[in-house]
């Protein structure tokens, strides 16, 4: 008989971290929970999905147990897609600090009907710092704040942003 509480609703501190081996380096860890389960809250019925955590690190790598007893608590409760996809990144967040965070929670279809929800973190970042280039700002600039009103990218380094893209 497992001592593992699954009834509570799960809490923040139930996630551990434990130091990043490499945190002068940026690099992708992937998590993929492929049995992620919630319960429908207008219908009362069981909602199935897969959470696939994609993040670089900064200090802190998670401890996967604790983010699987995390995780399990979500099994009895009543919980919409956005919202559930959205407080466990908070959460992670709160807990790991990562530079950048992307939790994907695909869910299995009801009624003919498939969700896949994505959620962002970026401390510091935008989302173009994960491609090649800033399509909006084909030569880097460090200008502050932004010309489009964006946030500051570790790509944003040297020239100032293109005629055309200033307000």
């Known amino acids: 008989m ?6 509570s609703a799960p809490d923040v501190s139930q996630l551990e971290c434990f130091p990043n081996p490499r945190p002068e380096r940026d690099y992708l860890i992937e998590i ?3 049995e992620f389960t919630t319960v429908c809250p207008k ?3 069981p909602d199935f999905g897969t ?9 802190t790598c998670i401890e996967l147990k604790s983010l699987k007893l995390y995780l399990q608590r979500y099994r009895n409760q009543g919980i919409f897609y956005e919202v559930v996809v959205n407080k466990i ?3 992670f967040v709160k807990v ?11 869910f299995t279809p009801r009624g003919g009907i498939s969700s896949t ?6 401390a510091g970042w935008c989302w173009m710092s994960t491609l090649a280039f800033c399509p909006t700002r084909p030569t880097r600039c460090r ?6 009103g964006l946030p500051m990218t570790r790509a944003c380094w040297s020239a100032p942003p293109p005629a055309q893209a200033r307000r």
């Open 2 to 7: 497992s001592d593992v509480d699954l009834t």
């Open 32 to 34: 993929t929970c492929p």
């Open 43 to 45: 219908t009362g019925q």
């Open 51 to 59: 959470l696939i955590f994609s993040y670089v690190a900064d200090k």
């Open 89 to 91: 990144l908070d959460d």
């Open 96 to 106: 790991v600090h990562p530079r950048r965070c992307t939790l994907t929670g695909r």
């Open 117 to 122: 929800i994505v959620a962002e973190h970026a």
């Open 143 to 148: 200008r502050r704040p932004c010309w489009l």
